[in-house]
């Protein structure tokens, strides 16, 4: 069946880094984009970044621009999330979407917090 299994989530300090896992299995993940989303408590889900099939080409959200970086590796069904310089306002759950689809993992916590 389609999975998507995110990991690398936890605690950080502000200013600290930290890089999410998404495994995909079930479905031809070359086939899809990707997206990464987050919810906070309290407030709607929102998309962070998205990458093409290819790796080729990237888009963010505005407050997580040059802080953030996706990246996907098709021969491993894995697309990342390496995340930096991170705020306490970056504090959610994170999950990986096939874009287009409904395929959604789980969701790993990031949690911001000194």
């Known amino acids: 069946q389609v999975q998507l299994v995110e990991s690398g989530g936890g605690l950080v300090q502000p200013g600290g880094s930290l890089t999410l896992s998404c495994a995909a299995s079930g479905f031809t993940f070359s086939m899809y984009a990707m997206n990464w989303y987050r919810q906070a408590p309290g407030k709607e889900r929102e998309e962070v970044a998205f990458i093409t099939t290819t790796g080729d080409h990237t888009i963010y959200t505005g407050s997580v621009k040059g802080r953030f970086t996706i990246a996907r590796d098709n021969a491993k069904n894995t697309v990342y999330l390496q995340m930096s310089r991170l705020k306490p306002e970056d504090t959610a759950m994170y999950y990986c979407?096939?874009?287009?689809?409904?395929?959604w993992g789980q969701g790993t916590q990031v949690t911001v917090s000194s």
């Open positions: 979407h096939a874009s287009g689809s409904h395929y």
